[in-house]
């Protein structure tokens, strides 16, 4: 079994607490030599990994040393070292492995009880379990069906399968007590009287709520051995390092102490003291920690989530048929389908030609031609050809009627380009005082289109600016009328890339899945380190064993008890596995996260130093990780 770093990292400093310095020139030589080679051949192995293959082998070859003899008083001072250097090796390896069981079960039996959780937040998952465990149910009534006919000496007969003759048989009228009949179906109401009179969903969400709170007890006791254990590493410390008469009693010490740790007060068959070196330390590791496994394997095999193939088969069952349904059914309208798809597919065509490509040339042509070419609201040549009418009219009047001079002309042309039109409206004046007469023999007609004509060159002057401006203004049309057919590719892409990404649970920072992992951890660390002396009634079900047995026993700042010890652990070797896993590699984010776990981790600080390091990890991790736009549902 390879150790998790958790395990690593709080076992690893203990290797260095008694170095072995070896004398090439104190090696023996002749027959002692091999001897001598496997010893240090032993430890090499422990120093380089303390894995368990490593370590059992390391127990069995301690076995080699008598039992009435010392690891000190073999006569060979080299010797003597290498050997006490392997049984206190042997010892910090048997301890990380009880260490990394403990983690191991208490982070399986987490997984189920999240499991249980989920189904019982859904009524539908609770009804799909109802669904997925009918076959064993009926299977557990029909074996119990045989119990009873056999000790009642009833014939192995067909009417007696019936739902009514089942009935009859199981059921016990007259009490409350659950019947037979229920107990076969819902095993849990053997241990709950009071959940009878309901649906048979509602039984099922008892179950299942059931089996999430005997699990919860047993990763609680997971998590308080696991406390306990990180709490003695001062008393590892201290046991190896004794090098005198005092070393093989401190070692056996503690490992007596870890195996009382890890059975909590079961009974175990030991072995007698006369069959090995160390039988405190070969308990530990063949008799203390297997028992451990196969109590594990049993919670987990009554109170775990159901097997694969039970959970699965309602989709092996009915999948084909629905397959083979939805095949027909597309077969059939193959051709609707295939006009659909086309029209699809022309759809998305024309928009992006028509809505996206085509804008974008435009801003692009505009950019590059300066907004110079294109259409225009008035002509610059037919305002020009209107102005020179204009001034033509003008002077042809002022010099029939106003006999100007060549200069006098020069100067009212300039005037006319300026807009000043003085000397053909003092005419018109003047011949408005006699509008008959000078209709008929005057000015006043000439007078009046030359008027005409100035209103019309001023419009196209006005038409001139307004198209001014909107050639100045073209790219920001040009990129308001492309603007929402990018948001549209912008969303879509967005959509696509969400769903490629959480199908596939990935993404640098590791997906929906995970980060919901990691927020739920973090909101937990918090929660036992705010230590509520007190539990609300509406929580008490989900707290029970979590933060009331985990903060009665510790004050405000003092070292966090066991339970509560190693419930955060339990929380925070999700962390880690979550940093490990899922941030970049050789990056300040993972290292930085990865430090604050290891003071989490730390068993030495108080629980206010703790709250100040998960207030700090909320602080500086929330908006990098994306926790502040999480939300659980």
Request: proline share 5%; aromatic share 8%; net charge neutral.
């Amino acid at each position: 079994m390879s150790l998790s770093s958790f395990t690593l990292n709080h076992t690893r400093p203990l290797l260095s607490r008694s170095p072995v310095s070896f004398d090439d020139e104190a090696v023996p030589t002749g027959e002692a030599l091999p001897k001598y080679d496997k010893w240090r051949t032993v430890l090499v192995n422990l120093t380089n990994s303390l894995e368990t293959k490593n370590v059992h082998s390391a127990i069995h070859t301690l076995d080699d040393v008598e039992p009435h003899e010392s690891f000190t008083q073999n006569g060979d001072v080299q010797l003597d070292s290498l050997q006490l250097a392997v049984a206190k090796r042997v010892l910090v390896g048997i301890y990380a492995e009880a260490m990394e069981e403990c983690l191991k079960q208490a982070r399986e039996l987490d997984d189920e009880v999240n499991w249980w959780s989920d189904i019982e937040r859904s009524s539908l998952r609770t009804a799909g379990y109802l669904v997925q465990t009918f076959p064993i149910r009926i299977h557990r009534l029909v074996l119990k069906t045989i119990d009873v006919l056999r000790e009642r000496n009833l014939p192995l007969q067909l009417r007696y399968f019936t739902p009514s003759s089942i009935r009859n048989l199981l059921s016990a009228p007259g009490t409350l007590n659950p019947s037979a009949l229920s107990t076969t179906l819902f095993p849990h109401l053997k241990s709950q009287h009071h959940n009878l009179f309901t649906s048979p969903l509602e039984l099922a969400w008892q179950e299942c709520r059931f089996k999430r709170q005997e699990l919860e007890k047993t990763r609680n006791s997971r998590a308080e051995m696991l406390g306990e254990l990180t709490t003695i590493r001062g008393a590892l410390y201290e046991a190896i390092g004794p090098s005198g008469p005092e070393a093989e009693k401190s070692l056996r010490g503690f490992a007596s102490k870890v195996a009382s740790i890890t059975t909590k007060g079961e009974s175990i068959l030991t072995v007698e003291d006369t069959h090995h070196a160390l039988p405190e330390v070969w308990n530990l590791a063949f008799q203390s920690l297997p028992f451990s496994r196969s109590q594990h394997s049993a919670t987990l095999s009554e109170f775990g989530r159901p097997s694969f193939l039970t959970r699965t088969w309602p989709r092996i069952l009915l999948g084909p048929p629905i397959a083979l349904l939805m095949f027909r059914m597309i077969y059939n309208s193959r051709d609707s389908i295939f006009e659909t798809l086309k029209n699809a597919q022309e759809t998305v065509e024309g928009f992006w030609t028509g809505y996206v490509m085509s804008p974008i040339r435009e801003i692009l042509d505009t950019v590059r031609s300066g907004g110079g070419d294109g259409p225009r609201i008035i002509s610059q040549d037919g305002m020009k050809a209107d102005m020179e009418s204009l001034e033509r009219m003008a002077l042809s009047l002022s010099a029939e009627k106003l006999n100007y001079s060549s200069e006098q002309l020069e100067e009212l042309s300039k005037q006319i380009k300026l807009g000043d039109l003085t000397p053909v409206l003092k005419l018109y004046e003047d011949d408005i005082k006699s509008p008959i007469k000078n209709v008929i023999a005057g000015s006043l007609v000439r007078t009046l289109l030359i008027q005409v004509q100035k209103v019309k060159v001023d419009v196209d002057l006005a038409m001139s600016g307004i198209d001014k401006l909107l050639k100045s203004q073209e790219l920001t049309f040009a990129f308001v009328g492309v603007a929402p057919s990018l948001a549209i590719l912008y969303a879509a892409s967005s959509w696509l890339r969400s769903l490629w990404s959480g199908g596939r649970d990935g993404g640098k920072i590791g997906g929906k899945r995970a980060r919901s992992l990691v927020w739920n951890s973090m909101r937990r660390v918090e929660r036992l380190l705010n230590a509520p002396q007190y539990i609300d009634g509406k929580n008490s079900d989900m707290a029970d064993h979590e933060t009331l047995l985990a903060t009665s026993k510790a004050s405000e700042n003092d070292v966090l008890p066991p339970l509560t010890n190693g419930l955060i652990i339990l929380s925070v070797s999700t962390l880690r596995s979550y940093a490990e896993k899922s941030l970049p590699k050789r990056s300040r984010l993972r290292d930085g996260f990865l430090e604050d776990i290891c003071d989490l981790e730390d068993p030495n600080l108080t629980r206010a130093e703790k709250r100040r390091v998960i207030e700090r990890m909320w602080r500086c991790w929330s908006i990098p990780l994306g926790w502040d736009r999480f939300a659980v549902a």
